[in-house]
């Protein structure tokens, strides 16, 4: 029991962090908007392997456990990354576990990450996945089309319809383009779970990058600034709403991190419930850590010069692309308590 | 990061189960909540018998002891099966301070009573004037002028509020001023008192949650030197252990998770006017489901503590981010549970009934004040603010 890094995962999370700072100051993400995809930072991550990394090293791919991509997203989110990197991971991931997603002509590319490739979260409907996170950039796309999880592969439409998260959105038709079939049935529904929940755990890590920095940034800014003769973060009221922020974002992080290594240990019923967890309880910390340290900046907060409000705006929209929320808690109850009607189970956790 | 279980508390945790499933009566149960004292004699003393108490805490300044995060499991289960343990918390907590900061004669003279479960503490530091700010007590402990080489006498008066358990404690630990024209924290001594000492009288207060506590009065009480704890006008040092301690590791911040296993164990069984079942109503499901998204985020905070303490390292404002959260989440839970009862969430526990009913009513009356004792939530905040955040001090 320990829920302090180990070295090897401390070395794994410093390395990333630093290639963040280096190559995604906040300049990066501003000039990614409104599409919300920088080319050259995803060149530069390619350097580093990490398209691949979710994809075991038997099939080329960098191996990594969960919770190695864990401590990558939430560098990522730190820095806001404008890359669909959740989705590409999440794909990926889904792509090695099938036969024919390891057999598709391009997932050696994807590996690499010269092809992008984008989970779509919700399953699609008449064939097609709609707002799909990545969709607008990506080669790939992997989704559940009715009863078939499909992966295809067609042009990338490079733009998206104007969005809260300047997120790289789109509609993609899954009966056009070179369609790979990976399962069917009730093996379909099973795989697609599972890359919801992959996808899941990696949003939930990067909404907790997000918090944490948009704490700092809130702590930073009242120290700075001074009314009333002193600086703002010496109001009792100020800080008592940023003391607040402290328990839930420890709590993600904690929580992330336990489910990232339950699915490790290979106990995916738990991990799964875990990541749902994870995921809610990690979008509705963003949400407030953001909502505090923007209001704390008073009316600069929302001007676009200054950061707070680019954090504001992706707590949002990273998650919401699931849907509402109040539909995951209700899929998290029948995790926990069983499908309505049913007898009684024994409360999960 | 690791989240497998240490096998040695594992086993320490089906020891307590064993223990528990032995040794705890319904009856025991329904006698703390028909009187609001959580202890309990027969429960105390058999389970101090397994050496529970005298073991104490490894810690850094102990080699030996309990491994901490076995002692946070203890209260783990403790609070899980209900069982009334504030007797033991303040019993372990005032023997670590003993331990750390004793001298040869309460080592020799106390330690072995509250290690065998013979006698109790209770802790003495809130006051009618300083409840959050516990640095401002009154109660006047002045020497007595007395003979060159006879042991010194303290005289003490002044009145402690919320001093839970005294009425069945055998000492008090007593925060008191000894120079007012110090600084605040500069002039207070702690005492070990017994309670047997003249001049020492207790009231009950009542409280809507169903816990007793009491008022203390202290008048003209002679306290001989050598109930003395740590320096003179060195009290506020003895209270930073007591705090550590409390705020650490001998804590149960398991309410959440006991509330939400009984609720959804009743509403599967409870239906609406309509005749549909609670559990199957999708509003009743996502508020619960919340609670039990808070219950794991209380339980991966409230373990850091005693993690820590378990490296041997010494935990700052962890305790805090964990009262805090959980305090918080409890009441949450609570007002949810209340209103998903409805008008079952009105109806108080009746007595003797087997103790089943009301108990949404009751977690109800009993959460508001878990975000007010061991330092309410306001002051957890302020301690997050200034030493974690590194925010300036406001107070
Ligand atoms: C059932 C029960 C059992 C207890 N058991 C014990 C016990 O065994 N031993 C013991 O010594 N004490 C005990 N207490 C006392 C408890 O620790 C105090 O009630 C608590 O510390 C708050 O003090 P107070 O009641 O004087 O409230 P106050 O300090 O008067 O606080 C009132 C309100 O003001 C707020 N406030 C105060 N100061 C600040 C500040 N600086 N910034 C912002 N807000 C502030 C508080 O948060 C609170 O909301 C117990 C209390 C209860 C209810």
């Not at chain 1, 963040?20 to 000039?31: K, L, N, Y």
């Not at chain 2, 004040?369 to 001090?393: D, F, K």
Request: proline share 6%; hydrophobic share 45%; glycine share 10%.
């Amino acid at each position: 029991m320990d829920l302090e890094l180990t070295t090897d995962e401390k070395t794994v999370r410093d390395a990333f962090a630093r290639f963040f700072a280096d190559r995604c100051p906040v300049s990066v993400v501003r000039d990614a908007e409104p599409l919300g995809h920088a080319p050259a930072l995803w060149a530069r991550l390619r350097e580093t392997g990490a398209p691949g990394m979710a994809v075991p090293d038997k099939h080329g791919g960098g191996g990594a456990t969960a919770l190695d991509l864990v401590l990558l997203m939430q560098e990522a989110g730190r820095v806001l990354a404008p890359l669909p990197l959740a989705e590409h991971l999440a794909a990926t991931r889904t792509l090695a576990r099938t036969p024919s997603g390891l057999a598709a002509p391009w997932f050696a590319s994807l590996v690499d990450g010269d092809t992008v490739a984008a989970a779509a979260p919700r399953p699609a409907r008449d064939g097609v996945a709609r707002l799909v996170p990545g969709g607008a950039v990506a080669d790939v796309v992997v989704a559940l089309d009715d009863d078939q999880l499909v992966a295809v592969r067609s042009d990338a439409p490079m733009e998206a319809p104007p969005n809260h998260a300047s997120a790289p959105l789109a509609d993609r038709d899954l009966r056009t383009g070179e369609r790979v079939v990976l399962a069917d049935g009730a093996e379909a529904a099973a795989l697609f779970a599972r890359m919801v929940a992959d996808w899941q755990l990696l949003t939930a890590a990067a909404l907790g990058g997000l918090a944490a920095r948009a704490l700092e940034i809130g702590v930073e800014y009242t120290l700075e600034r001074r009314q009333f003769d002193r600086p703002i973060a010496a109001f009792q009221a100020v800080q008592q709403g940023l003391a607040d922020l402290v328990g839930p974002i420890d709590g993600v992080t904690f929580l992330t991190a336990r489910a990232a290594w339950t699915q490790d240990e290979g106990d995916q019923a738990e991990s799964e419930r875990l990541a749902s967890m994870a995921f809610l309880a990690s979008a509705e910390v963003a949400r407030d850590a953001t909502y505090a340290a923007l209001h704390y900046h008073g009316g600069y907060g929302v001007t676009l010069e200054y950061d707070i409000q680019l954090f504001f705006r992706r707590a949002r929209g990273w998650p919401l692309v699931l849907g509402d929320p109040e539909d995951e808690y209700l899929r998290l109850a029948d995790r926990l308590f069983g499908p309505v009607g049913a007898a009684g189970t024994e409360v999960a956790g | 990061m690791d989240f497998a279980p240490k096998p040695s508390v594992e086993e320490f945790r089906a020891s307590i189960r064993r223990f528990i499933a032995d040794h705890l009566t319904a009856e025991m149960v329904e006698r703390a909540h028909r009187t609001g004292t959580f202890h309990d004699w027969d429960f105390h003393r058999t389970l101090a018998a397994t050496g529970v108490i005298a073991e104490g805490m490894a810690g850094p300044g102990r080699a030996t002891g309990r491994d901490p995060l076995e002692l946070y499991v203890l209260f783990d289960e403790l609070g899980l099966a209900g069982a009334p343990f504030y007797g033991l918390a303040n019993a372990m907590l005032v023997a670590g301070i003993i331990e750390q900061i004793g001298s040869d004669f309460h080592i020799r003279e106390v330690l072995p009573k509250f290690h065998s479960g013979e006698a109790i503490a209770a802790l003495g530091y809130s006051e009618p004037g300083s409840g959050s700010d516990v640095a401002a007590a009154a109660t006047r402990a002045e020497r007595v002028p007395g003979h060159p080489g006879d042991e010194a006498v303290w005289l003490v008066n002044g009145q402690k509020m919320f001093t839970t358990l005294v009425h069945e404690a055998g000492y008090v630990i007593l925060l008191t001023r000894t120079d007012p024209d110090l600084p605040k924290h500069r002039g207070l001594t702690m005492f070990l008192v017994p309670m047997d000492l003249p001049g020492i009288d207790f009231q009950a207060i009542e409280t809507m949650g169903g816990d007793r506590t009491n008022i203390t009065y202290f008048t003209d009480v002679h306290l001989p030197d050598r109930w003395r704890l740590g320096e003179v006008n060195g009290g506020w040092d003895v209270m930073k252990v007591a705090l550590a301690y409390e705020r650490g590791v001998f804590g149960n911040m398991n309410q959440g998770v006991t509330l939400l296993r009984r609720f959804a164990e009743w509403a599967r069984t409870a239906e609406r006017s309509d005749g549909t079942r609670l559990i199957d109503d999708p509003g009743v499901r996502r508020r619960l489901a919340r609670i039990a998204v808070d219950n794991e985020i209380t339980g991966l905070l409230a373990l850091r503590p005693a993690l820590l303490a378990s490296q041997g390292r010494l935990p700052t404002t962890e305790g805090s981010v964990a009262k805090l959260f959980a305090s918080e989440a409890y009441n949450r839970a609570a007002e949810a549970c209340q209103e998903m009862a409805g008008t079952a969430g009105l109806l108080s526990p009746v007595r003797g009934d087997g103790g089943d009913w009301g108990f949404v009513d009751l977690a109800a009356r009993d959460a508001p004040v878990t975000a007010i004792y061991g330092g309410t939530s306001e002051i957890q905040r302020n301690n997050i603010a200034e030493h974690r955040l590194g925010l300036p001090r406001a107070r």
